[in-house]
């Protein structure tokens, strides 16, 4: 079973390309017919594929890392461990998605976390290329949230095959060709209910963080449907395609609040708090800024 989950894990990265280079070639085609700014939107999509740089790169260290404590975890501390039969490969993508929703959405709630998924949310334009647009730091957040599900028994090929597979799954969800899909929007993350995850409106900000299903944002109050067709990217004037200002866009200005803070407890408000809170001096006679600042 576990040979499988490795040829598993290739599969599902195999696909997720395929989809995704299908689906942003038809984009690119339906761009050109309509004649709809083919070319900020194919610059857009370079930035996006760009980012694939530095996260692969990160990526290589912070898998390696992410296996080894894994593994050692799994051996030397984990006191039951789970057996890998289908029904418990299925509970573990499951519980995998659940905790994917509690890592991204803290991650848009902790400006240390946001510095980086903010690469993810700063593309005005909506296509498939955005679904490969990472900031470097991702991984190892995603490596520390799920450790506690090899904690608790899981394998850790099973724990990181759930990850690819939540990942995996939302390549066809960033895009605008496709619309509402009725029932399913109830209970699946779609394109619809992914769209508004990605509105910089002030009733899409920091909904639907879901990653298959959509029903743990019902249960803990941050879902909301697509009405009118959101603004896409930051809340902040942000609409660089420059790609080293789009893998670093938020690390500037987080750099500037450590460097002006007066004491140890700004300093951890800066980098803990939400993404734009202020400390109560500076917020004197002016207003918070957006979170997605």
Request: aromatic share 12%.
């Amino acid at each position: 079973m576990l040979d499988q989950m490795e040829h598993l894990m290739a599969q599902m990265d195999t696909l997720s390309l395929l989809v995704g280079v299908a689906l942003l070639s038809v984009e690119t085609l339906w761009d050109l017919i309509r004649w709809h700014r083919p070319g900020q939107r194919l610059l857009e999509s370079l930035a996006s594929l760009s980012t694939q740089i530095p996260y692969v790169a990160g990526e290589l260290l912070f898998t390696t890392a992410a296996v080894f404590v894994y593994f050692t975890v799994y051996e030397l501390v984990t006191p039951v461990t789970i057996p890998v039969t289908l029904g418990t490969v299925i509970l573990a993508l499951i519980v995998a998605d659940f905790v994917y929703y509690w890592e991204h959405r803290v991650a848009h709630e902790v400006r240390l976390l946001w510095v980086s998924h903010a690469v993810h949310h700063s593309a005005r334009e909506m296509n498939t290329a955005v679904a490969f647009r990472f900031g470097i730091f991702e991984s190892p957040w995603a490596a520390l949230v799920h450790l506690p599900l090899v904690l608790i028994g899981f394998h850790p090929l099973v724990v990181f095959a759930g990850q690819v597979a939540v990942l995996a799954y939302q390549t066809w969800i960033h895009t605008e060709l496709i619309g509402r899909l009725g029932p399913l929007e109830r209970i699946f993350n779609t394109p619809s209910n992914h769209r508004v995850h990605h509105g910089c409106d002030a009733k899409y900000l920091d909904k639907n963080y879901g990653g298959i299903l959509i029903v743990w944002d019902r249960i803990f109050g941050t879902y909301q449907a697509e009405e009118e067709r959101p603004r896409y990217g930051l809340a902040r004037d942000f609409d660089s395609v420059n790609p080293l200002k789009v893998w670093f866009s938020e690390f500037p200005a987080l750099f500037r609040d450590l460097a002006a803070a007066r004491s140890l407890s700004e300093g951890f408000g800066y980098l803990f708090r939400r993404p734009g809170w202020r400390p109560p001096a500076a917020r004197r006679g002016l207003s918070e800024a957006p979170r997605r600042s």
